[in-house]
């Protein structure tokens, strides 16, 4: 995906095929409730590093290889 791509995405705002989550150095557990959500639909787009009001906040580059 490329940069206009997902700031397409992320101007949009959340919906039921988009979801943000902060997650700058871990994975939550609403992260999982999300994915298991997409598989049960159509699919989606979960994006890291973005509050839900849509503010880019990153994911912290150090962790990054320990995200999983």
Not at 30 to 35: A, G, K
Request: glycine share 8%; hydrophobic share 35%.
């Amino acid at each position: 995906m490329n940069i206009k791509r997902l700031l397409d995405l992320i101007s949009k705002g959340e919906n039921i095929e988009i979801e943000f989550k902060q997650s700058q150095k871990k994975l939550n557990k609403n992260v999982y409730e999300s994915v298991c959500a997409f598989l049960n639909r159509n699919g989606g787009h979960l994006i890291l590093g973005i509050k839900d009001n849509g503010t880019i906040c990153g994911v912290d580059t150090d962790e990054i290889d320990n995200i999983s």
